[in-house]
């Protein structure tokens, strides 16, 4: 079965600072991966996904993830944090064109800017 | 996206009442998905369905059904809510062609709480 881990719970940062969120995940083959971010009380807006190729890709608001299969793992990164990215961030992982086709999330990761 | 519609946004409701939670999509796609949202669990899959007449369960299914008598909806029905099933309500779509290169797409989600 597959399975999502975020091992953090909760992270403050300082608003400039860099960030970097961790996602690892359990699939049997070649995972479809996405992040996605819930400001409170909103609903999810995805950041990016990864498919295929390029093992680095780029999002929006300015973050970007690698995929590693080796450590399978997808972790979320951002050069200079805003106060604006306070949220919930979860990872997922899915087949989607095959099998059950839907999501499965981590937990999430709660994320606080310091001014 | 504001495509995929849910009603109604926020309801109260008390243990052993019958409810029923609507989702709506114009995109005409064949995949539906219920997940529900809880504190240090993400979001969890409750039912899916592939098209109309088709349903299938999730992980956290029990207590809850499903319906598929067209392509646009999928209500989500509480057949006696329980405490427990207080949450958020997610639903999502995702279409059919072109399968490994979309995410899921979420509507706005709806916010129970059974008394």
């Known amino acids: 079965a597959q399975s999502v881990t975020q091992p953090d719970i909760h992270i403050t940062v300082s608003e400039g600072a860099s960030l970097e969120l961790r996602c690892n995940y359990s699939?049997?083959?070649?995972?479809?991966l996405f992040w996605y971010v819930q400001s409170p009380g909103q609903g999810l807006q995805l950041l990016l996904k990864?498919?295929?190729?390029?093992?680095l890709v780029q999002g929006i608001k300015g973050f970007e993830a690698e995929f590693k299969r080796s450590q399978s793992s997808f972790n979320l990164r951002k050069p200079s944090v805003h106060w604006s990215d306070a949220a919930e961030y979860f990872c997922a992982v899915g087949p989607l064109d095959t099998g059950r086709r839907a999501l499965t999330f981590g937990s999430g990761t709660r994320l606080q800017v310091q001014p | 996206d504001a495509e995929i519609t849910q009603s109604p946004r926020h309801k109260i409701t008390e243990t052993g009442r019958q409810v029923t939670l609507a989702c709506h999509q114009t995109w005409n796609h064949n995949n539906m998905f219920w997940y529900r949202q809880d504190l240090g669990h993400g979001l969890r899959l409750i039912h899916y369905s592939y098209g109309v007449h088709d349903t299938n369960k999730g992980e956290v299914s029990d207590g809850y059904s499903v319906s598929r008598s067209n392509t646009e909806d999928l209500p989500l029905t509480l057949e006696s809510a329980a405490s427990s099933q207080t949450s958020v309500y997610f639903c999502?779509?995702?279409?059919?062609?072109?399968?490994?290169?979309?995410?899921?797409?979420f509507g706005p989600g709806t916010r129970l709480t059974v008394l």
């Open positions: 999502a779509r995702y279409p059919d062609r072109d399968r490994g290169h979309w995410e899921q797409f």
């Open positions: 699939y049997g083959a070649t995972p479809y």
């Open positions: 990864y498919f295929s190729g390029d093992t």
